[in-house]
């Protein structure tokens, strides 16, 4: 991103809530909402092997993942539609992503996401 340092001072830089994830897309819409538009340089392109790290910490990726996106929700749809999206993400999400690793014979990974999906409950308790 190359934004100019005015239009930062006016919408002010990424919102500290976000720990990981999400802060890119919030930035995003601040700067929408002010009326400023977005262009992309096509003639230019950066590899990005995303998830380097995170790969080996996949449980906790997925916990910042799903902890942000409540964050971002919340900032944006309010409390109460807040709660009827973390309630579809605690209780349908979980199920799809363990179908999905096991369709795609990914079988360790069903530890993970719950181990993950648990984390995030402990969290929404303890907020």
């Avoid at 605690?90 to 181990?115: A, Q, W, Y």
Wanted: proline letters at 1%.
């Amino acid at each position: 991103m190359v934004i100019r340092k005015s239009i930062l001072d006016e919408i002010g830089f990424m919102d500290e809530k976000y720990f990981m994830y999400h802060e890119d897309l919030d930035l995003s819409k601040r700067f929408s909402d002010a009326g400023y538009k977005t262009f992309y340089d096509y003639s230019n392109s950066i590899f990005h092997e995303g998830g380097g790290t995170g790969q080996k910490l996949r449980e906790y990726r997925l916990f910042y993942s799903l902890w942000s996106r409540q964050v971002y929700w919340k900032k944006y749809f309010g409390k109460f539609k807040c709660f009827l999206l973390v309630i579809i993400s605690i209780t349908v999400e979980p199920f799809l992503r363990i179908i999905n690793s096991l369709v795609k014979e990914k079988t360790f990974e069903f530890k993970k996401i719950t181990k993950a999906y648990f984390m995030y409950l402990k969290k929404i308790i303890r907020n």
